[in-house]
């Protein structure tokens, strides 16, 4: 079942996600060539600290860490290393939770480590760009294909490799709440209404679909080793304009 927010879970989430944003923020300012992804997660743990927040990820299924860090080929779920150093030219996406209020915000992001290649560049844009067009989606009267039919249009068009094995999904007290969202059409014909809050989560590849898990059972990194992207927002329906609940406040 999917719940409908009521006005104070969203308050509270609102704020989540505005702490959500000021840990991206953060990381935009300090991602640069020589920083370790562990400085990255002791970083954003601090921010998440200092607004009173709870960072969702640390435990969650044993997660060791407050931020997913995934450089190039990473798709998803990378764990912070002190021996993990970026590099001119990487690309790295940081996935990261707050709980505030007992509400979690999700958000996801790619950043460029000094200057990237073309090819890379492009696949942010593409992979920003399906974020955006599913965002736009996400209005009562359509269904969850309808976001996962703007998603997969755009990875065609810019010929992106879709991961199909994860998605975006629901998010309120916990985490991963239904439904789960592909990142393709798949024929699901949910219809989205007022005050349902999803997690939309487009994860695109230079290359091939296809991805493994590393042998640490976290790290999920692209078959053919070619870069992948990752943006997410945290996102309101209403009556009116979809609302970016993992932007900052005024
Ligand atoms: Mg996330
Ligand atoms: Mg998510």
Redesign the pocket.
């Given at each position: 079942m999917i719940n409908r927010k009521s006005r104070d879970e969203i308050k509270k989430q609102r704020h989540a996600g505005h702490i959500v944003a000021l840990v991206h923020k953060k990381m935009k300012e300090v991602i640069e060539p020589g920083i370790s992804t562990k400085e990255l997660d002791n970083i954003a743990m601090q921010v998440i600290k200092e607004n009173k927040a709870v960072p969702t990820f640390l435990g969650y299924n044993g997660f060791p860490a407050s931020i997913c860090a995934s450089i190039n080929e990473k798709v998803v779920h990378g764990i912070p290393s002190e021996d993990e150093i970026l590099r001119e030219g990487d690309i790295i996406a940081i996935?990261?939770?707050a709980t505030f209020g007992g509400m979690v915000g999700?958000?996801?992001w790619s950043y460029a480590v000094g200057k990237i290649s073309e090819e890379k560049q492009l696949l942010m844009k593409a992979t920003e760009e399906a974020l955006f067009a599913g965002i736009e989606k996400m209005r009562p009267g359509n269904v969850l294909d309808d976001i996962s039919g703007a998603i997969e249009d755009v990875a065609k068009k810019y010929k992106m490799g879709i991961v199909r094995h994860y998605g975006g999904h629901g998010v309120g007290h916990v985490m991963h709440e239904e439904p789960f969202l592909f990142n393709y059409r798949v024929g699901d014909k949910t219809k989205i209404k007022s005050n349902y809050v999803i997690?939309i989560?487009p994860m695109l590849n230079l290359g091939g679909d296809d991805v493994y898990t590393e042998p640490d059972n976290w790290g999920v990194v692209t078959k053919d080793h070619k870069p992948s992207a990752h943006f997410?927002h945290t996102v309101l329906a209403t009556e009116d304009e979809p609302i970016l609940i993992t932007t900052l406040m005024e």
């Open positions: 996935d990261v939770g999700d958000s996801a997690a989560e997410e």
